[in-house]
């Protein structure tokens, strides 16, 4: 299957990804595997630059990026996804405002430190909601991840740097 026609369904909630898993199968995984494994964020995310790290990620392309425009059913799949990673990064979301959990902390939530790559995760949250026709959503997750990441940890000036340029 094509690029588009894949990335799409896999959206919709009816196709595979790369390692046969269904978005259902994504969402209902543990936060140890939501750490240690790093193939997926590229399809729950996606951005038109292909990634270092996953050859057999999708690309964003103006066909698909179109199709979250027109479809609500694939911008409120991209929400739940974003709720799984909230939830991993020990955030909360009501509506489009975006709060911290009481148990983050930045002993079991280490976005919280200097580096890594869950920064590079949240820059593309951030990126693919905007591209993906969910703006508010985007800005509201970047201001939520610069507040909290320099109120309650030790973020790098580097990784804000990312973060605000990503929407």
Same mark, same amino acid.
């Given at each position: 299957?094509?690029?588009?026609?894949?990335?799409?369904?896999?959206?919709?909630?009816?196709?595979?990804?790369?390692?046969?898993?269904?978005?259902?199968?994504?969402?209902?995984?543990?936060?140890?595997?939501?750490?240690?494994?790093?193939?997926?964020?590229?399809? *729950?995310?996606?951005?038109?630059? &292909?990634?270092?790290? @996953? !050859?057999?990620?999708?690309?964003? /392309?103006?066909?698909? $990026?179109?199709?979250?425009?027109?479809?609500?059913?694939?911008?409120?799949?991209?929400?739940?996804?974003?709720?799984?990673? *909230?939830?991993?990064?020990?955030? &909360?979301?009501?509506? @489009? !405002?975006?709060?911290?959990?009481? /148990?983050?902390?930045? $002993?079991?939530?280490?976005?919280?430190?200097?580096?890594?790559?869950?920064?590079?995760?949240?820059?593309?949250?951030?990126?693919?909601?905007?591209?993906?026709?969910?703006?508010?959503?985007?800005?509201?997750?970047?201001?939520?991840?610069?507040?909290?990441?320099?109120?309650?940890?030790?973020?790098?000036?580097?990784?804000?740097?990312?973060?605000?340029?990503?929407?």
């Amino acid at each position: 299957m094509a690029n588009d026609a894949c990335l799409i369904a896999f959206h919709r909630g009816e196709g595979v990804d790369h390692k046969g898993r269904y978005l259902r199968d994504i969402w209902a995984l543990s936060p140890f595997w939501l750490e240690h494994t790093h193939v997926y964020i590229q399809w *729950l995310f996606p951005i038109p630059e &292909a990634g270092r790290f @996953n !050859a057999f990620a999708p690309l964003l /392309t103006p066909v698909v $990026q179109a199709a979250f425009e027109r479809d609500t059913l694939l911008r409120q799949h991209q929400q739940r996804s974003l709720n799984v990673m *909230l939830d991993f990064f020990g955030l &909360a979301r009501e509506g @489009n !405002a975006i709060s911290a959990q009481p /148990t983050l902390s930045i $002993q079991s939530h280490i976005w919280l430190k200097a580096g890594g790559h869950n920064h590079l995760r949240i820059t593309r949250i951030i990126r693919s909601l905007a591209l993906c026709y969910q703006p508010e959503l985007a800005r509201s997750f970047q201001h939520a991840v610069i507040h909290i990441g320099t109120q309650h940890g030790v973020v790098s000036e580097t990784s804000l740097q990312f973060w605000r340029d990503a929407g």
